[in-house]
């Protein structure tokens, strides 16, 4: 007995330990928020500068570092639990290591500028704008900053000295980091905090002094002292820190617009809405747990939005299991009608408001009712969607009694026909519309042509069938759909569904979403995709077995795609949502990784690869004056004068002096050697170089002819560095 209840007791144990093991399985596991902190910390930080933005910030910029860009930072996705492990940090800090040192992509001369973005770049790059008046101005002041790895300013000088052909800095920073910028801006790094500070302004000075006052205002800022509608804005577009986020304030600017704008068919709405704008903003990042990326325009009490804007979006009936996708439209509201009606003469003057409402009084007299009916007896909520049962159109029913009376009242009349039915277990009501009745129009007898035509859509007419719920009628193409719902038996709520998929609610104008597979399992597989890419880029063998698999981590297996113009009282924009990338829309969210991460590789190699060819050209060009600078030597040599011609040196025309790049190789006063670059055939200069000179000036020392180089009308990053210095004398 005791043997047999041993047994019992342990396969209970051990049922009770499966079950427990299975459940933890299906759920998934929740990101460590000190595991989040710590990959942040040695991946890429969250943004700085958006936590101590002072008021006078007129404009703000922040731009995601690379490692965000593909999906490698942990920013409150379900993809946070593997990116915030030791595997994917550990991966991360090889690639950087193997981009360092790898001689090939110095080579190739994109080594510094990788390096710098996906090795030092800890965190996105922001850029503000400040100015104290509060608007865009000359005087305003340019503030960017980012945190890099550098341990010392030495470290940093190395790397900006490797990094560009043609100097930024008008100096190395000195001992404390401070230092110039050729444009005239002010520069510091403090390796303290691993953090570049850059400043610049087109009226202002720039220096140390600037800088120390900035830092000081940034420090003493915190989140709540940026400008209001940036905090609002920002919270519907990127609340990771880690995004794509711009935001600027555009007060007064939307006045000077409305001003210019001429006769519209929208009336003044258009200026008005652009008087009242006093901020934009758009970016991608994460809301509410998912990708979106949204275009908002701030522009309170303009009377468009007052018209337009949603009252209310509670979709309260349920649908026959899950939707696979759904559509709402917000339909004008009695409030907002009646708000436009009122302002019919302010909007559109008075000419053409008494058009308008005379088509309105035409709408009534043809169909039975007009808009001011309809926005009475229905709406605002109306929802389009397909579920289990088939595909269905809902509508909230304001008053139901006007809009039955009213189809009583038509049908009496004979205007239209309507009645009930059953089928199965489904009460339907019915009601057919005729088309418009044919008019002749004595202004137009070509029109008489048409009447067959429009005689038969009036046969055709509007057929509607639905059922009642709640205050909702749910609405089919043909009545066997609504028994068909019935015998399904409607159990999911509509309303949970949409909020469970970060829909935008109420303030959707017109939106749309539907559910996608595997798009989470997708990215993470990318971005693994995109780890071996660069470590295949930098010459070292990343193991990512290490990374768990998709299945282990739990990852939710349907997602969301949607779209919406949104509007509410105070802003108008269009959104997207999507789960990790916004490739998702054309049906590969896998695409995004690898697709960013060559585009960042593009990003570098090809203005490298394009400058490199040019200065060849130039440097191809230079070689042209070889017989000349011999010449020219000779003949000072033997005189005592340096000839003043190419004759004079005893050279033919100047066109005949060429090469593929040169068009003309010319001696003038004093020897000097000008080479013009053409591009016109035989000729191949690039655009960028055609009527560039190379000037090449001697110079006796020690009873030789030295010579020295310099461009003219070419840039300075095509030059070579034979013609920044002294070339080899003769």
């Given at each position: ?38 990959a942040q910390t040695a991946i890429a930080s969250p943004a700085w500068l958006r936590q101590h933005l002072p008021a006078q910030t007129v404009a703000y910029m922040r731009f995601p570092s690379p490692w965000a860009l593909v999906g490698g930072v942990p920013t409150g996705r379900p993809l946070d639990a593997a990116l915030s492990t030791k595997a994917n940090i550990d991966a991360i800090a090889k690639v950087r290591e193997a981009i360092a040192k790898d001689a090939t992509l110095a080579d190739a001369r994109i080594g510094p500028a990788l390096s710098l973005l996906v090795g030092e770049l800890r965190s996105p790059v922001e850029v503000a704008l400040i100015d104290p008046l ?505 005189s005592g004068k340096f000839p003043s011609s190419n004759k004079a040196a005893g050279l033919g025309p100047a066109d005949s002096l060429g090469n593929d790049y040169a068009g003309s190789v010319e001696v003038g006063q004093g020897g000097e050697i000008a080479i013009t670059l053409d591009g016109e055939a035989p000729h191949k200069a690039d655009a960028k170089l055609i009527g560039g000179r190379l000037v090449l000036m001697p110079e006796i020392e020690a009873g030789r002819v030295n010579w020295t180089c310099a461009g003219d009308g070419i840039d300075a990053k095509y030059l070579p560095a034979t013609c920044q210095g002294q070339l080899p004398g003769l």
């Amino acid at each position: 007995m005791i043997a047999r209840r041993t047994v019992v007791l342990s396969a209970a144990i051990v049922a009770a330990l499966g079950l427990a093991a299975c459940h933890r399985k299906d759920e998934a596991p929740a990101a460590d928020p000190k595991a989040i902190a710590a990959a942040q910390t040695a991946i890429a930080s969250p943004a700085w500068l958006r936590q101590h933005l002072p008021a006078q910030t007129v404009a703000y910029m922040r731009f995601p570092s690379p490692w965000a860009l593909v999906g490698g930072v942990p920013t409150g996705r379900p993809l946070d639990a593997a990116l915030s492990t030791k595997a994917n940090i550990d991966a991360i800090a090889k690639v950087r290591e193997a981009i360092a040192k790898d001689a090939t992509l110095a080579d190739a001369r994109i080594g510094p500028a990788l390096s710098l973005l996906v090795g030092e770049l800890r965190s996105p790059v922001e850029v503000a704008l400040i100015d104290p008046l509060g608007i865009p101005a000359p005087t305003s002041r340019v503030v960017a900053t980012a945190a890099l790895s550098f341990d010392s300013v030495d470290a940093f000088n190395k790397q900006v000295a490797t990094l560009f052909t043609t100097p930024v800095l008008a100096a190395p920073l000195d001992a404390r980091g401070n230092g110039k910028l050729v444009s005239g801006g002010a520069i510091r790094y403090v390796a303290a905090e691993h953090r570049v500070w850059i400043t610049q302004s087109m009226q202002q000075p720039s220096d140390g002094a600037t800088l120390d006052e900035l830092v000081a205002t940034f420090g003493k800022s915190t989140a709540a002292t940026a400008p209001a509608t940036l905090s609002a804005l920002e919270a519907r577009i990127d609340t990771s820190g880690q995004g794509l986020f711009g935001w600027a304030s555009v007060r007064g600017v939307g006045g000077v617009a409305a001003a210019q704008a001429g006769d519209n068919p929208l009336g003044k709405l258009p200026a008005d809405f652009a008087s009242k704008a006093d901020a934009v903003a758009f970016g991608g990042g994460t809301v509410d747990g998912r990708g979106q990326f949204r275009m908002i325009v701030h522009a309170p009490q303009a009377r468009l939005l007052q018209y337009i804007a949603p009252r209310s979006f509670a979709p309260d009936f349920k649908t026959v299991g899950k939707p696979r996708w759904a559509m709402s439209v917000a339909l004008p509201s009695a409030e907002g009608y009646k708000a436009f009606e009122d302002n019919l003469n302010l909007d559109f003057g008075s000419e053409n408001a008494g058009k308008v409402r005379g088509a309105l009084a035409k709408m009534r007299q043809t169909y039975g009712f007009d808009v001011a009916d309809y926005t009475k007896w229905l709406g605002p909520e109306s929802v389009a969607f397909a579920d289990d049962a088939g595909e269905f159109f809902a509508i909230r029913t304001r008053d139901r009694k006007a809009w039955y009376a009213r189809i009583d009242e038509m049908t009496k009349a004979g205007r239209w026909r309507s009645g009930e039915t059953t089928i199965d277990d489904a009460h339907v009501h019915w009601l057919f519309m005729p088309g418009a009745p044919y008019l002749a129009d004595d202004a137009n007898p070509s029109s008489e042509q048409f009447k067959p035509f429009l005689a038969l859509a009036q046969r055709v007419g509007t057929r509607l069938y639905w059922v009642e719920e709640g205050d909702w009628i749910v609405l089919a193409k043909v009545p066997q759909a609504l028994a068909d719902r019935a015998a399904g038996k409607p159990d999911t709520s509509i309303a949970d569904w949409f909020k469970d998929r970060s829909y935008p609610g109420v303030r959707t104008l017109l939106g749309f979403t539907v559910t996608s597979h595997g798009a989470q399992r997708d990215a993470y597989y990318a971005y693994i995709q995109f780890l071996q890419f660069m470590g295949g880029i930098a010459g070292s063998d990343i193991d990512v077995s290490a990374l768990p698999a998709a299945h282990t981590l739990g990852l939710p297996s349907d997602g969301v795609l949607g779209a919406a113009l949104e509007t509410d009282q105070d802003t108008l924009g269009l959104s997207l949502t999507y789960e990790q990338a916004p490739t998702e829309f054309i049906g590969h969210s896998g695409a995004g990784g690898a697709v960013a991460g060559m585009a960042i590789i593009a990003a570098i190699a090809v203005p490298q690869y394009q400058q490199y060819m040019l200065r060849s050209q130039v440097t191809a060009a230079l070689t042209a004056a070889e017989p000349a600078k011999k010449a020219v030597a000779e003949r000072r040599l033997a005189s005592g004068k340096f000839p003043s011609s190419n004759k004079a040196a005893g050279l033919g025309p100047a066109d005949s002096l060429g090469n593929d790049y040169a068009g003309s190789v010319e001696v003038g006063q004093g020897g000097e050697i000008a080479i013009t670059l053409d591009g016109e055939a035989p000729h191949k200069a690039d655009a960028k170089l055609i009527g560039g000179r190379l000037v090449l000036m001697p110079e006796i020392e020690a009873g030789r002819v030295n010579w020295t180089c310099a461009g003219d009308g070419i840039d300075a990053k095509y030059l070579p560095a034979t013609c920044q210095g002294q070339l080899p004398g003769l």
